[in-house]
Nanobody, 126 residues
């Protein structure tokens, strides 16, 4: 069983920053591919960024240069540093894990990930 718990969401003004965390527990290894997805109101879930020890990191074009994904293997924690936030970034953000080492070529689609957290909400006001 794998458990993913997100935290760090909140409300900020445009141009502000937030740091999301995802604590992983259970039968999970540091070599798994991990990702952040988001789903805005009335929108489909979209991949934001993914990372793996062997595949590096990839970002959606909409967040490239503003968001940074990282992980601390010793703490089993995934992070998403979000800077220069825009109202379009408002969404529920989800942590996801893929129980194999290889990551999708880009961030990937939600069906390519096997475990999900409950999400943390981010609101960016103009």
């Amino acid at each position: 069983q794998v458990r993913l718990v997100e935290s760090g969401g909140g409300s900020v003004q445009a141009g502000g920053s937030l740091r999301l965390s995802c604590a992983a527990s259970g039968y999970i290894t540091s070599t798994w591919c991990m990702a952040w997805f988001r789903q805005g109101l009335g929108k489909e879930r979209e991949g934001v960024a993914r990372i793996s020890d062997v595949g590096g990191s990839r970002y959606a074009d909409s967040v490239k240069g503003r968001f940074t994904i990282s992980k601390d293997n010793a703490k089993n924690t995934l992070y998403l540093e979000m800077n220069n936030l825009e109202p379009a970034d408002s969404a529920m953000y989800y942590c996801a894990a893929r129980n194999i080492e290889s990551c999708p070529l880009r961030v990937g689609r939600d069906y390519e990930y096997h475990f999900w957290g409950q999400g943390t909400h981010v609101t960016v006001s103009s």
